[in-house]
């Protein structure tokens, strides 16, 4: 929650958080969601909000780090013993089974967020992911659902019972926006919008290169004009000449 910051809200991401909270929510839809897209696009800062979302409503919400079989599994052992699981039954071994007949059996509405899941496959634990039987499977009781984010967008990876949410670029319609996130890292005072938008389009509408940039500029003109190198960018303009000229900034 502390990588959530309401002073800089997410911006363009309002009609696909409303989709996948409705689908999150219907009676009946596939209870398995995943955000799938290019490193840095915002598919943690979406289920942040969704998650968000879902602690204000009172229910329940575990995070898991996917990003090593460590981190996986340590986080699902400890979901496991926060839904109702002893330590005996996960030592007698068959872990991921004890998991899901513990969540199948919580009485709170639920959600698990399983973030980074770059490498599907660490996903498979004793069984296929794709077939419902690894550490991660369709929820069988509605009042709980999973939420994953990945890189992996292909359908085949996931299985029938998952529904795949494109998380793209803020390019075309989304350029306002993008310029937005950059005034919102770099204040008002690094040039005008249009500026912005020009340097938005530059770094491909990707959240990640607009938080970096933003975050540098307004690091920069922290410094006092006297202590700075001549050529450091201080504004939207100068850090997109700098880019085409090609300097590591």
Not at 25 to 46: D, N, R, Y
Not at 127 to 148: D, K, N
């Amino acid at each position: 929650m502390g990588l959530r910051d309401p002073r800089r809200p997410l911006r363009g991401r309002e009609a696909l958080i409303e989709r996948v909270k409705s689908e999150l929510s219907v009676p009946g839809s596939p209870p398995m969601q995943v955000l799938c897209g290019l490193g840095g696009s915002g598919k943690t800062a979406i289920a942040l909000e969704l998650a968000t979302e879902r602690l204000g409503r009172g229910q329940q919400v575990w995070w898991v780090d996917a990003r090593q079989s460590t981190t996986l599994e340590a986080g699902l052992r400890a979901v496991a013993r926060q839904a109702g699981a002893s330590e005996d039954e996960l030592r007698s071994g068959g872990t991921a089974d004890v998991l899901w007949s513990c969540l199948a059996r919580y009485e709170r509405p639920w959600l698990l967020v399983v973030d980074n899941a770059d490498d599907p496959a660490l996903l498979d634990g004793p069984g296929r992911l794709s077939e419902g039987t690894g550490w991660i499977r369709p929820p069988a009781a509605c009042r709980g659902s999973v939420l994953i984010t990945t890189r992996d967008s292909t359908p085949q990876t996931w299985g029938g019972g998952c529904v795949l949410h494109p998380v793209r670029t803020l390019t075309g319609e989304g350029v306002r926006d993008a310029a937005q996130i950059l005034r919102d890292h770099a204040g008002d005072a690094t040039g005008s919008f249009d500026d912005a938008r020009h340097l938005a389009r530059r770094l491909g509408g990707l959240p990640l290169a607009l938080r970096l940039a933003g975050t540098y500029l307004a690091d920069a003109n922290n410094v006092p004009a006297p202590y700075r190198e001549p050529d450091v960018p201080v504004d939207f303009r100068s850090y997109q000449d700098a880019l085409d000229r090609g300097l590591s900034t």
